[in-house]
């Protein structure tokens, strides 16, 4: 079975996306993401976990590593957000 490492990168966007900054950020993506391929020497894929579903950033938040949080109150509040609206979803699932 293969196995899946999660690192993530937390970041803050300053102002809404644009088309222009959605091409722009895509490309930076692909950079970044061909960066860590070759360091690593394997496939990775790249997930935006603010836009992620929960359950999703919640697993990459429990098994994965922090790489960079430049910001260190926005990685804060993340965390907390994510925390807080995982154990929502929990108690909703549970009690269905």
Not at 2 to 9: D, T, V
Not at 60 to 72: C, Q, R
Request: overall charge positive.
């Amino acid at each position: 079975m293969k196995r899946s490492h999660a690192i993530f990168l937390a970041t803050r966007r300053a102002s809404p996306p644009s088309s222009y900054l959605d091409r722009r950020h895509d490309e930076e993506r692909l950079l970044l993401r061909q960066r860590f391929e070759a360091a690593l020497q394997r496939d990775v894929d790249l997930v935006a976990l603010n836009a992620a579903p929960t359950i999703l950033a919640y697993q990459a938040l429990k098994y994965g590593k922090v790489i960079a949080h430049p910001n260190l109150r926005a990685h804060h509040e993340f965390v907390m957000r994510l925390v807080t609206e995982y154990a929502d979803f929990k108690r909703r699932v549970l009690r269905d």
